[in-house]
């Protein structure tokens, strides 16, 4: 039976490169989520306001913006080995810049070196997607994709128990009014040893990455490059002239926004509604990436009867549901129900991109490429989301942004099928057959 599962899954020859690329997803998962709890980390560690720290996730997801479209050059233009490498550099790079960050307790140079890390990842992403897909027979690249996927929350998952036991545990009770009474010595005394709590896992993880990269480049791997000629000028003009694939870009800004907004902003909203410190509300945010993964694999068994189309629907309007009482509930109510929008959220990602890809053609990789791009949506949306909480003084208001974007992503669903009209796309559940997901969580 295993026999039978690795000829069918993936080639003999490529089992150890599938398994050294696949253990990419479980560490950009990790990294992602990681960096959602530095935004109640360092609102303590510096007296932060919500939208200072906001910058970020626009460090972070920007920089996703700035390198996907390179990264698929990259990897056009020489191989997806290549494009790993480089990425996998940018990665830990960034993560070791967290020492010296550590060191100079400037919050800028934090910045950067999640811009670095976050750039390393973009390209990751572009590149070990379709990589992974490639390893093996067309007919069951699909299922390959999807096995190296579920991986990711894991990695999630990881990052938050991190994040929980070395960061959020090691931060010093203080509040921001008591330390505004100290002097500048035990303010700067208290400040670099949680600084240096920040800096241990990243500065762990990078040790970790240069081990998996010294194998990346030690082992044979397929040679896998895309010879077809790069004309970036008439692919965008062939995209901009199919309305749902502009469109779907559109919705995935709006949806990687929103659900980094509400992961961002779920510490501290537990923090608001139920007295607790940061610590023990990460336990709510691991209980939400739970919840995300297990209604992944739910949503995905649903595909088989339900369109995918009106999958999206139903969750965004649930969505809509418990985001307002979020707003309006209290306690332990909104709570759950900021729980409950994780698992609405499971589906959007692929769901959202398998609809955007159909009929792009020989376009594939700029196209997925620009789906990549429109995770700048991450970068934008919680500054506004930071503003909104501070102006108000209250976190639950700020939830109005998730609620609008839920809004948008049903519109999308509603009336997007009009659009699939005007193009012969076939059925919605075989092009999301045929085409590669970029991401499990994002």
């Not at 050294?20 to 609102?43: P, Q, R």
């Not at 996730?57 to 494009?83: D, H």
């Not at 991109?353 to 934008?380: N, P």
Request: charged content about 15%; some cysteine; proline content about 3%.
């Amino acid at each position: 039976m295993a026999k039978d599962f690795r000829s069918s899954m993936i080639k003999s020859a490529n089992l150890w490169p599938f398994i050294l690329i696949t253990s990419l997803f479980f560490f950009w998962g990790l990294a992602n989520n990681m960096t959602d709890t530095l935004l109640a980390a360092f609102k303590r560690i510096m007296s932060m306001t919500d939208f200072q720290t906001s910058w970020i996730q626009l460090a972070f997801y920007g920089s996703y913006f700035c390198l996907a479209l390179p990264a698929a050059i990259i990897i056009k233009k020489y191989t997806y080995k290549s494009g790993v490498l480089l990425g996998l550099g940018l990665f830990i790079l960034g993560a070791l810049l967290f020492y010296p960050a550590s060191q100079s307790m400037d919050y800028a140079h934090f910045l950067i070196a999640l811009f670095i890390l976050a750039g390393g990842l973009s390209i990751l992403e572009t590149a070990a997607n379709p990589f992974v897909f490639a390893m093996g027979s067309e007919e069951t690249g699909t299922r390959r994709l999807n096995l190296a996927q579920s991986f990711n929350p894991i990695g999630s998952m990881t990052g938050v128990l991190l994040s929980k036991l070395f960061i959020l545990s090691q931060l010093n009770k203080a509040s921001a009014e008591e330390r505004a009474d100290m002097t500048a010595e035990q303010l700067q005394t208290i400040q670099s040893d949680e600084l240096s709590s920040v800096m241990g896992p990243y500065v762990g993880v990078a040790v970790v990455l240069v081990l998996l990269g010294i194998l990346i480049k030690t082992t044979k791997m397929p040679e896998m490059k895309d010879e077809g000629r790069l004309d970036l000028g008439a692919t965008f003009k062939r995209l901009l002239k199919k309305p749902t694939y502009v469109w779907s870009v559109i919705a995935q800004f709006i949806y990687v926004g929103v659900q980094i907004c509400v992961w961002s902003f779920t510490i501290r909203y537990v923090m608001e509604q139920l007295s607790l410190n940061e610590d023990d509300s990460s336990n709510y945010y691991l209980v939400s990436l739970i919840l995300f993964a297990s209604c992944r694999f739910i949503f995905t068994g649903l595909m088989k009867y339900i369109r995918p189309r009106i999958l999206l629907l139903f969750s965004a309007i649930a969505a809509v549901a418990f985001t307002l009482i979020v707003i309006y509930g209290s306690g332990h109510l909104g709570v759950y129900a900021l729980i409950g929008i994780s698992g609405c959220m499971s589906l959007m990602f692929p769901t959202i991109y398998g609809l955007g890809m159909r009929g792009v053609g020989k376009d594939t990789k700029i196209a997925g490429s620009g789906m990549i791009m429109a995770i700048l949506g991450g970068a934008i949306l919680p500054v506004f989301q930071g503003q909104m909480s501070d102006s108000t003084q209250s976190i639950s208001l700020s939830f109005y942004i998730p609620l609008f974007c839920f809004a948008f992503i049903a519109l999308y669903a509603l009336f997007g099928a009009k659009l699939d009209k005007s193009a012969d796309y076939g059925t919605e559940n075989e092009v999301l057959e045929k085409e590669p997901l970029t991401k499990a969580v994002i």
